[in-house]
Every structure is written in C-alpha cells, then in structure tokens.
C-alpha cells in the first residue's frame, strides 16, 4: 500500500497494472528457454572488477551468476581483485591480480583505485586468455570495456553482465559532472552492447533502455532473485546470541541490512526516527546491519546529533550466514533507496522473507512490486516514519502485505526462471551472431 502525507490508502488486491513492456516481459518468462545439450559443457572465463567475495551488490550478483553456472555444469575461472574472500563453488577457480600493499580496501562506485586495478585485471585478462582456451567471455560492469576487444582478438563470443549504465554511475557517484567524459562513457557503452553477442540486465529499467536502444541485440532481463542459503550454509538460529551481542531491546524491531551508502538513504532513515521520536514513541528500535566502519562512525555520530543514538544499533559487517536470524528477529523491513535505477538485491530477500516492507515510492522498488504487497511511501521522513507506524499500529493487515508479497517472490521471481534464463542467453552467446 503507499502512504504520503495525505490519507491512508486501503488495502488491495493483488493486481498488478500491465504495461506494454511487462506484457513483453510475461511473453519471455513464458517462452520455453531451451537447455543447453548436457554433453556440452562449457569453460567460461569470467572477468569481476570487484573485490570478490565481499557482502555487498554486484558481488552477490556474480557469486550467484558463478553458482547457477555451476549448478549447470559449465567451467568457471573467475578474475577479480586481490582483495576478497575465496568461495567454494564447485567447477569454478578463481585468480586474482598481484597484492597491492597499499589497497586494502575498494569503496563502492569509481574511483581512481579502481582504474589501477582494473589495469591489472586487464593484464590479467590477456595472460589467462593466451594460456587457456575458453568458449566464452563473460565480463562484469567496467570489464566490458577491454572484455569486447579481447573477445574479438582471440576469437570468443562476448557476454555483457550489465549491472548497471556506467555513465549513470558517474553521475550517481558523483564521480564526475565534467560533460565531454559523460559523453565519453556513454559512448562505450554504446560501442559495447553493440558489439557483445549477447547481453544480461538485471532491473527492468536497464531492460527497457537496452531494448529501446538496441532492438536487434540479444538480451534478457535476469533480476537477482537467488537465496543466499544456496551457497551460504544457514547458522543455527543465533536470535538470542545477536541480542546479547549487540544489546538490542525486546522492541518492534525495524530492520535494514546492506551497504550505508549515500543514495541507500539512511539519512531518511535516522530523520524518520527523529520525527518518531518526537512524537513520543518510545515502543520502536532501528537495526542497520552492513556499511563499512567509517560509515558506522558516521552515522553513529548523525544518530547522537538527533538524539536518537540509544534507539538505533549498527552492528557493520554481518556475515551473510547470520543474516536469516537477525530477519526473524525483525518486525519490518525497510529500503528507503533515495536514487538510481537498479533495485536493491535485498529486495527479493525481503519478498520472501514473511515480514512486513516500508520502501520508498522510487523506481528501484516499483519496477519490482508496488503497494499491494509493500506499503510505499514518499521520500521525506514525515511520510517514512508514517509508513513505519502504520505496519506496526495494523499488524494484520501488514501481516497480508507480507502472504501477498511471499506469493509475487515464488510466482514471479522463482529460480528456476533464473536458471532458465541463464541457460538460454550462455547458449544464445554461444551459438549466435554479433
């Protein structure tokens, strides 16, 4: 349901307006993707400028691509960054570029140690590529920019894993607002969807914008609905163990897990909080799990500001594992996503989960659901904590959001269409054409 400032509206059906592009979208979920012959398994080398394994976005997209690739029965080897946890997935190695002492640690978006390592990983590419015969090239975000021309040099089919548009990048990071690099990136861009064999987006939007632009190339929309558990063992429940860790009272619990990036919104977050607060409720605690340790300083230090500091805990890195407990400890869950186009991961988590959503009325979220199976709300904290309050003063109908939004998780965003899908565009790359 959506919340502003105005009325409560009533709760609906699940009904969902069809679009042009979702008609589209159904015709291609519903057409039979034909598996690859089980005889033919293929050695794909896969190139991810990130720093492979760590909890945050496009990582979990690429453990998970490697996963069902696995699970197929294709060959993996993995380039990345030297920094990173090594996974254990079966028919895959990774490699990674040589120590560099003085990075430590690769913050989210572009930045200029980023092109140093991708330098290398560029190196890297060429190396594997004159040592090893390969059916197929697979590159991640930026990777694409040497991954076209290598593919062309050595004779291999292009895959694009396209998870977000680069330039918007640029502009959503602040990285540049300098014109002609803009028109430089969205250049390159162009240059290599025009010349991959095939492309991945993971959002509708990206979708729409690749369809649009470039109707004649292959491409298919693969959002990232896998459950983590598929590769990382559940801990026991450790609910109570996580409550005594990190001192969290027996409150209506308002969860939100991922990174504390600025576009995340966790700024809304802590005003929506305030205005809670102020209004004298005192029944409700905030639990913000991930960000990196100057981020949790940060914020910590945004709390104290607000005088909300003893009624929101930030425990920084969880291990993924231990994040289904913290969920059942959960009254809702909230995504107050504030810019971009590419919807959060934890989206799809959260649709299974049972647990009430509050997200913000922001195409990341309604590009995947809409009110009948969340409550969205505006972007301002008024009408944040407003939705918040709603969830936790109606209980039952929130908990028929929650049915409702298990129900969209398992009929349209399953994995066995993930896998489907994945089979369909590594033999279309294969197989096809330029």
């Known amino acids: 349901m959506g919340l502003n400032n105005q009325a409560t509206k009533p709760i609906s059906r699940l009904v969902f307006p069809i679009t042009d592009f979702q008609r589209k979208r159904k015709r291609m979920m519903d057409q039979q993707f034909s598996i690859p012959d089980v005889n033919k398994r293929l050695s794909i080398l896969m190139v991810a400028p990130q ?10 997209s690429v453990l998970h691509r490697i996963k069902a690739l696995s699970l197929l029965g294709h060959s993996v080897d993995l380039l990345t960054y ?8 079966e028919n895959l190695k990774i490699y990674r570029i040589g120590k560099i002492p003085f990075v430590k640690k690769i913050k989210i978006g572009p930045s200029k140690t980023k092109l140093l390592l991708d330098f290398y990983l560029y190196l890297l590419t060429r190396k ?5 015969q390969y059916d197929l090239l697979h590159t991640h975000e ?3 920019f040497w991954g076209v021309p290598l593919a062309k040099k050595y004779g291999l089919p292009h895959l694009y894993d396209m998870h977000s548009s680069l330039p918007q990048q640029l502009k959503n990071f602040k990285y540049t607002q300098l014109g002609f690099l803009l028109r430089l990136f969205n250049k390159l861009e162009q240059h290599t969807i025009h010349n991959s064999r095939a492309v991945i987006t993971i959002c509708p939007e990206l979708q729409r914008y690749v369809e649009s632009g470039f109707p004649d190339k292959t491409s298919v929309l693969i959002e990232n609905v896998a459950d983590n558990r598929l590769v990382f063992k559940s801990s026991r429940d450790i609910a109570a163990e996580l409550r005594q860790r990190y001192n969290i009272p027996f409150r209506h619990l308002v969860l939100y897990y991922g990174t504390l990036e600025p576009y995340q919104g966790i700024d809304l977050l802590l005003q929506s909080l305030s205005v809670m607060q102020k209004k004298g409720r005192d ?3 905030f639990l913000l799990v991930g960000g990196s340790r100057e981020q949790v300083n940060n914020y910590r230090q945004k709390a104290k500001s607000l005088n909300i500091d003893h009624k929101i ?3 920084g890195f969880m291990a993924p594992e231990s994040i289904p407990s913290v969920v059942d400890m959960a009254d809702l869950l909230v995504s107050p996503r504030l810019s971009g186009t590419n919807s959060p991961l934890k989206i799809y988590s959260y649709l299974r989960s049972e647990k009430p959503i509050v997200a913000t009325n922001h195409i990341t979220h309604t590009q995947i659901f809409d009110e009948t199976v969340a409550v969205l709300s505006d972007i301002e904290p008024i009408s944040f904590a407003r939705a918040i309050e709603w969830v936790l003063d109606h209980p039952e109908k ?3 959001l929650a049915q409702r939004a298990k129900t969209l998780a398992r009929e349209r965003y399953g ?4 896998l489907q899908k994945l089979n369909w565009i590594v033999e279309q790359s294969v197989m096809g054409k330029n």
Do not use: W
């Not at 720093?51 to 979990?60: C, D, E, K, Q, V």
């Not at 030297?82 to 997935?89: A, K, L, P, T, V």
């Not at 594997?128 to 090893?132: I, V």
């Open 313 to 315: 805990t930030f425990t």
């Open 398 to 400: 929130a908990n028929q």
């Open 51 to 60: 720093p492979f394994f760590s909890p945050r976005g496009t990582p979990f």
């Open 128 to 132: 594997m590529l004159k040592q090893k």
């Open 415 to 418: 994995y066995e269409d993930y």
């Open 82 to 89: 030297h920094i990173g946890q090594n996974i254990d997935i």
């Open 142 to 144: 930026e990777a694409c």
């Open 283 to 285: 029944d409700v605690h």
